[in-house]
């Protein structure tokens, strides 16, 4: 438990919250207690660092307490816009709240971080990006760590010779979908534009176990689009490929008519945009 998921339990909040009382101490003590009788291993520094920081950093706590996505990740809620109001704004430094989250609630997002990545969750830890100016820069390098190493994860996994069959190509699914580009996007690089274009090759790849090319080609191309990459002939490439493979749709009965398989239309088209893209660089 963290201090701002007692502060939650405790029924601080509400409506216009400016400042606090002797009476918000007395319902954090009384809450702690409640909470140490169904959890015996709890820290009793939940509650005195809680105590402390409305008292020494209320601005800090308020600040976080009407924001919907630091408060959503700390109290672990999911509270609508609705539930925070402009009007509880206080005056206070992004720094100083970045500091604030440092010294109280570090170990929090490490574990929400760690918690979101074991799940695949990226649509979550992308959400808490949106204030990543809030965020310490080691929780960000971190997640950038992170994140970088799912992706080192599967190309492993793409050269192992897994099928069907073995539950480990689960791992991997979510190379399918869009949420874990978006988040890589926000630590790209030059290693990750490279290891994005290894993995493109890889689910192209004539080689690649053919049950594996049916599961992961055509929905990782269109997904592998949301990476906006740093170097812009790759993101222009990446965005070509998903809208060369949409428009395959259409002709995709057609097609399959002449007994030619949906992954081998998209294998003839990744390889005519390479030697576009190549003889693009030669020219330059």
């Known amino acids: 438990m963290n201090i701002i998921e007692l502060f939650e339990n405790a029924g601080i909040y509400r409506t216009n919250l400016r400042e606090f009382n002797p009476e918000d101490i007395a319902k954090i003590q009384k809450q702690f207690e409640i909470e140490r009788a169904q959890h015996s291993n709890l820290d009793s520094s939940v509650a005195s660092n809680l105590i402390l920081a409305m008292n020494e950093f209320p601005n800090e706590l308020l600040s976080i307490s009407n924001?919907?996505?630091?408060?959503?990740?700390?109290?672990?809620?999911?509270?609508?816009?609705?539930?925070?109001?402009?009007?509880?704004?206080?005056s206070v430094s992004l720094e100083a709240v970045k500091v604030f989250i440092i010294r109280f609630l570090s170990e929090a997002l490490t574990l929400f971080i760690e918690e979101r990545m074991a799940q695949n969750d990226f649509e979550a830890i992308e959400d808490i990006l949106m204030v990543k100016e809030y965020l310490p820069e080691e929780s960000l390098d971190?997640?950038?760590?992170?994140?970088?190493?799912?992706?080192?994860?599967?190309?492993?996994?793409?050269?192992?010779?897994?099928?069907?069959?073995?539950?480990?190509?689960?791992?991997?699914?979510?190379?399918?979908f869009r949420p874990f580009y978006a988040?890589?996007?926000?630590?790209?690089?030059?290693?990750?534009?490279?290891?994005i274009r290894l993995l493109q090759n890889k689910i192209t790849s004539p080689i690649l176990n053919q049950e594996i090319k049916s599961i992961f080609t055509e929905a990782t191309i269109i997904a592998m689009s949301n990476y906006n990459a740093l170097n812009p002939e790759l993101d222009s490439f990446l965005k070509a490929n998903r809208e060369k493979l949409?428009?395959?749709?259409?002709?995709?009965?057609?097609?399959?008519?002449?007994?030619?398989?949906?992954?081998?239309?998209?294998?003839?088209?990744?390889?005519?945009?390479?030697?576009?893209?190549?003889?693009?660089?030669?020219?330059?």
Not at 67 to 90: E, G, H, Q, T
Not at 249 to 270: H, K, L
């Open 183 to 195: 988040l890589l996007a926000n630590f790209k690089s030059v290693d990750t534009d490279m290891k």
């Open 142 to 176: 971190f997640l950038r760590e992170r994140v970088t190493g799912k992706l080192d994860f599967v190309l492993d996994k793409l050269d192992q010779n897994f099928s069907m069959g073995d539950h480990n190509i689960k791992s991997i699914y979510f190379i399918k």
């Open 246 to 284: 949409t428009e395959s749709y259409e002709t995709t009965s057609s097609s399959s008519d002449s007994g030619m398989s949906p992954w081998a239309i998209v294998g003839i088209i990744v390889l005519v945009l390479r030697v576009i893209f190549f003889m693009a660089r030669l020219a330059k």
């Open 67 to 90: 924001n919907r996505i630091l408060y959503n990740l700390f109290s672990k809620k999911n509270y609508s816009r609705n539930r925070f109001s402009s009007d509880n704004a206080v």
